[in-house]
Every structure is written in C-alpha cells, then in structure tokens.
C-alpha cells in the first residue's frame, strides 16, 4: 500500500514505517556521532518507543551500550491499518541494536498492570538478575487502578478558571481558537491518579521487593514547567498538579533508595518540543512554534535526542548537572533563558494568522509532528508502495 498521512482532529491515524525506521536511525546516527559515554549497564524504561523515552533508550543503549527494556502499549498493524509509529519504533531499534551486539527486550502491554509489572520482574531476573537505572516516560490519558480496578481518565484543563487563546490547526498550518475548561475537583484528582507518580512508586517497590536492584541505582521521571506564558494550561492546570505529586513521590523515592541502595530518585524537567502527547495540550502548540523559531535563530534549539543525550551524558551521569532550588535536573534550561521567554511573551500578546508563519516556526513544529509519525523525511519515498506484512515479519520479540 501507498502510505499518505491522515490527520484528525490534530491526530495522526496513519503512521509510515520507513519513516519510523529513518527517525529511529537518525537519533541513533546523533548519539554515535557525539560519543559514548560511562553509564547503566542495565536498564527498564516505562514508556521507551517514542519521544523522550525512545530518545533515552537510544541515548543509553547506543551511548553507553546498554542492555534495555522497554515497556509500551501499542497497535500492531493489521490489514489498511498501520498500527502505531511506537510499533514500528520498536522494531527498528531492535534491528539497529541486533547490528550492534546490543541487548534488547519489548514488552507491549498495560503498563499499570501488576501483570506486566511481573512479566518484566521475571524476565530481569531470568537475563540480568539486577537493573541499574529505570526511566519512566509513561504517557497516557487513562490508568486502570490496580488495585481497585477503577479506571481513571485524565484531563487537560484549567484550574480555578477558564482559559482561552489559539492553538494549531496541523491540516491547515493556521491558527485556531480554544477555549481550556476549568477542572472539577474529581478531575483534578483523576489526572492525578493518571498522570502522577502512583505507578512510578508501584515500579520501584515491586523491584525492590524482588531484590533487582545495584547499589547506587537510580530511576528518573520527567516533567515539564515551561514558562509563565503557559502556566495557566500546564504548570497551574491539570496537569501540573499531577506533576506535582510525581515529584512529592520522587523525593519519597529518593530517601528510601539513598538509605537502601545509596541510589538516586531524579525529575528532569524537559524541554518544549513535538510529542505524542504535548500536541494534544490546548493552545501549547503556539508557544512551541514561537519558541522553535527563537531558538533556532539563538542557535539553542534541541529535540528530543540532544537533550537526553545532554541529560544523561553530562548531568545524570557525568559532572556538569544543572540542578534547581528543589532538586530538579533542568536540561530545559535553554528554554528558560529569560531574555527568550520576555520575546515569546511579547509574539503571543500579538500573534494572529496573519503574522503567524513571519513570528513563528510554524512549519518546523508541523514538520517535527509528521516527522514522529514517519512523514516528512527527505530520504523516504512516499510514493513507493509498503509491504506492510514483509515489513512486520522482521518483528523480533
């Protein structure tokens, strides 16, 4: 089949494979260029097929060579459908990594599950017996307790007050007015049970209670701040508060492994960019497009590879952290410069659709959003036909 993308509602319902093998390999084609690095040996990351997550997974296995887990929900392809870009990321990190003598292990499935959770427990302990560093970039709008077996779904909204202003039409390049409703208390609570740090402690503790931790283990979360000109939709939203909670779990985890294991419980905040999830943020993506295009012009601009290549090459694991007044890593530091954020401020108090593709980096943060779906590569041709079922019989799991 012919592969065209297909967007809904700023959702992308077609993914290319090739595309996915291209984006995996140039992640890949950066870490090799920049260097390795001393680092983990053995490592499980929750959420690792796209975004922040693939990009540690390829920063650590191709950085530092080590062996990684993987765990994520996905689609498989199946007959006019192309499954998801997390698929077909997963595939192909499995055949670069196959290249280069590394070891591998995906686990597709509910991550919030103790089912899963002992899955992966077994399969540690049958091929490694301990773990040294276990990342968590789960993203997700829906988490079916465990224990209780509730479904909770999150919400992206606003706290104590209704907030409205443009966000990006992706099919039209244009802007578009939304309107971000206020959260109810049981909202709020929900996102939190969602989006906070309840299974990331429910992680820890069931590898801690099966002895699979090294001494001086570490895990790390991430988290977004951003700046004032988006408080209101993240930082002071839903979504903050859920952020909140995983970094009061992140500073409970961090006592119990410094006492334990001499190990380390970190939050990383993160820099603005395309993922699966920030584009679904109300009116963030205009931000983004504004801050693309600035820093670019800067020459500071990073996607998802650098930034955690910079996090774990220089800060995680090397001597040149920047560490904030609670704690926090901030590779997002460039973001925050101050002088940047007075300039984004000052395009968002005037931008419009007039002025939209002369003050922001429209096109690049459409281009990075088909890019995550397998589109917009130079190097792919999109009018060659797909064999979807030759392309998936390479599937190693």
């Known amino acids: 089949m012919i592969i065209k993308p297909a967007i809904k509602n700023n959702i992308c319902v077609r993914v290319h494979p090739i595309g996915c093998r291209e984006n995996v390999k140039r992640q890949i084609d950066y870490v090799k260029t920049k260097g390795s690095f001393k680092g983990p040996k053995n490592v499980l990351i929750i959420g690792g ?3 922040y997550g693939l990009a540690s997974r390829v920063t650590l296995g191709f950085g530092c060579n080590a062996n990684t887990i993987n765990v994520s929900f996905e ?4 007959r006019n459908k192309t499954g998801t870009a997390g698929w077909w990321n997963n595939i192909y990190f499995q055949q670069f990594a196959k290249e280069e003598g590394l070891k591998y292990k995906d686990f597709i499935g509910d991550a919030f599950s103790f089912e ?4 992966v427990i077994d399969y540690i302990k ?6 040294d560093l276990l990342v968590y970039s789960l993203a997700s709008n829906r988490r079916t307790d465990p224990v209780t077996g509730e479904t909770y779904i999150s919400s992206l909204k606003s706290i104590g007050k209704t907030v409205d202003g443009y966000s990006i039409d992706i099919n039209k390049e244009c802007l578009k007015y939304e309107k971000m409703e206020e959260a109810t208390p049981e909202e709020i609570q929900n996102t939190i049970k969602v989006m906070g740090g309840e299974d990331w402690d429910l992680w820890v503790e069931a590898l801690m209670k099966e002895d699979l931790l090294e001494e001086g283990f570490k895990t790390v979360s991430y988290t977004y701040l951003g700046s004032p000109a988006t408080y209101d939709i993240y930082h002071e939203g839903t979504i903050g508060k859920a952020k909140n909670h995983l970094e009061e779990t992140a500073r409970a985890l961090n006592t119990t492994l410094k006492e334990k294991y ?3 419980a970190l939050i990383s905040a993160s820099k603005a960019i395309v993922t699966k999830a920030s584009i679904y943020i109300p009116i963030f993506p205009v931000y983004g497009a504004i801050l693309y295009k600035l820093m670019k012009e800067a020459g500071t601009h990073e996607g998802e590879i650098e930034q955690k290549y910079r996090l774990f090459k220089d800060m995680v694991y090397g001597e040149e952290p920047i560490i904030d007044e609670v704690g926090r890593y901030r590779p997002d530091n460039l973001e925050q410069d101050e002088a ?11 931008i419009d659709n007039d002025n939209l593709h002369e003050l922001s980096d429209i096109k690049g943060f459409v281009d990075d959003f088909m890019k995550i779906n397998g589109f917009n590569f130079d190097t792919v ?8 079922e030759t392309l998936n019989e390479v599937e190693l799991y």
């Not at 899963?116 to 899955?119: A, D, S």
């Open 126 to 131: 049958r091929e490694y017996g301990k773990i």
């Open 262 to 264: 001499n190990g380390q």
């Open 116 to 119: 899963m959770k002992q899955q």
């Open 75 to 78: 689609i498989e392809p199946k």
């Open 340 to 350: 940047l954020q007075e300039k984004v401020k000052e395009i968002l108090n005037k």
């Open 49 to 51: 097929s796209s975004g």
């Open 381 to 388: 041709d999109y009018e060659q036909d797909v064999d979807m």
